[in-house]
């Protein structure tokens, strides 16, 4: 790292520590093989004297870097000249209240709120890290960048090869591990699809030894630059609610990249002064995919002041190998075994007095159906953060009048089959449902077939309307 740097990467390991230049390409520790953040000597940088200021940016529209829901924050993530920015308009989310889901956890109405990142231009949160690591890409000249992907992370990085043109997409996905909502984003956007007889972290696996060899550069959420894309989701949601930090912040829980970046995020803000109090985190593991649950509420594993115990780690996904055990989720896109950024999130339930809770496929599309009819469509896995919420409010870890956001990551197109089958399902959905032990329907809201006649039209409208 040349001391005359704002920016730099520092490992994670708070023994190593080591530091490098943000010229290099590097998504681990080239000393000690660790998780690399995006470091800041803040000194030097142009840090704003409070978050309102970032609001003169709402006047600036038709600067595509104030328009950009990441980029308009760029003050706080500092690491790229204005010039080099790779910006498609992503971020252009809303945080709405929600009375029905307020309802179903047990909560007062305008004290549940959801962060719909499905807004983003390919249909998910993806595109927050996205436009960051693109544009690192481009500040290292990059050719050709890759990812691993259960589906939303190649249709982000294909948006972003395709419109920028900077650099060619090559995207890995497990066999039957997609839904064809995203696949088909893959393909349309002209990104080279490889599909691994195997699941995500066997994909996850491969494009990193590929990466390697070719010098390709990675796109995962294990690159340093993907996270602080994603932190501008908290400052979004900060300035939906003039600035104020609400009670708890509820994820999904699949790569851990979200709850990592989030940590991460808060803790510059508190240090900036910024910020005066941290919200809990809450992260939502489907009971299909509980590593962090399994490793964090049952074996004790802890951030530990960077130093977290590995062997713990080590032991438990040995104990996966030896079982034959992969993860089995209808909520595909947390659909993980071995998150690459389970350390970072440990970090981030340490500095946000977290808690890692886990709820069932059956609870997720329940959720997902309280959601979808209060207006939001999203994607299984964003359902679990509502799951979450409604189990955390239920054991009494969320009291009654705190002020919750749900993050839903995923727009509802994202995977459409999995919606049809809890309302409207065939014998072969319902049979598919059943394998993942949804047995309920109890919110469905199925089509009413009749004869294709007036009267009877007429008797169905009748029978049916509200109000």
Not at 131 to 155: I, L, P, V
Not at 217 to 240: A, D, H, M, W
């Amino acid at each position: 790292m040349r001391s005359s740097e704002i920016a730099f990467q520092r490992c994670l390991n708070t023994t190593c520590g080591s530091t490098f230049s943000i010229s290099e390409v590097l998504t681990r520790c080239s000393r000690c093989g660790d998780l690399l953040d995006v470091d800041y000597d803040w000194s030097r940088a142009r840090v704003p004297g409070s978050l309102r200021e970032f609001e003169a940016r709402w006047s600036e529209r038709l600067n595509p870097l104030s328009y950009s829901g990441v980029w308009r924050f760029r003050e706080l993530l500092p690491f790229a000249p204005d010039e080099q920015i790779v910006t498609i308009g992503e971020g252009q989310t809303q945080l709405k209240s929600s009375n029905a889901v307020a309802r179903y956890c047990d909560l007062p109405e305008g004290t549940v709120l959801l962060q719909y990142e499905g807004l983003n231009p390919s249909g998910s949160f993806k595109d927050n890290g996205m436009t960051a690591a693109s544009t690192h890409a481009r500040m290292t000249g990059a050719k050709q960048a890759a990812c691993a992907s259960t589906g939303n992370t190649s249709a982000s990085l294909a948006i972003y090869g395709g419109t920028s043109g900077l650099f060619g997409v090559v995207v890995f996905v497990g066999s039957g591990k997609i839904s064809y909502g995203k696949l088909s984003q893959a393909l349309d956007y002209g990104a080279l699809t490889v599909q691994i007889r195997g699941d995500f972290d066997d994909a996850m696996r491969q494009v990193q030894a590929v990466c390697q060899r070719e010098g390709i550069y990675l796109c995962n959420s294990v690159n340093p630059f993907r996270l602080e894309g994603q932190k501008t989701i908290i400052y979004r949601i900060l300035e939906s609610l003039g600035w104020e930090v609400p009670d708890w912040i509820v994820v999904p829980g699949g790569n851990l990249g979200n709850s990592s970046s989030f940590g991460k995020a808060l803790s510059e803000l508190k240090q900036l002064g910024l910020i005066q109090k941290l919200p809990r985190l809450a992260v939502i593991n489907a009971a299909g995919s509980d590593t962090l649950y399994e490793l964090y509420e049952r074996r004790g594993s802890r951030w530990n002041g960077g130093q977290v115990d590995q062997a713990l780690i080590d032991g438990f996904y040995a104990e996966l190998d030896a079982s034959g055990k992969r993860a089995e989720t209808l909520a595909t896109a947390i659909q993980i075994s071995r998150p690459v950024n389970l350390k970072k999130a440990l970090r981030a339930l340490d500095v946000c007095d977290g808690v890692v809770r886990r709820v069932t496929d059956q609870e997720i599309l329940d959720a997902k159906a309280q959601i979808g009819a209060g207006g939001f469509g999203c994607e299984p896995a964003s359902a679990a953060s509502v799951a979450g919420a409604r189990l955390l409010r239920r054991e009494g870890t969320i009291a009654p009048g705190e002020r919750v956001v749900c993050i839903l990551t995923g727009h509802q197109l994202k995977d459409p089959t999995a919606t049809v089958a809890y309302h409207a399902g065939d014998a072969h959905s319902r049979d598919d449902l059943l394998k993942h032990g949804v047995e309920r329907t109890p919110f469905a809201n199925r089509p009413v077939a009749v004869a294709n006649e007036i009267e009877e039209i007429l008797r169905a409208v009748r029978a049916g309307s509200v109000g």
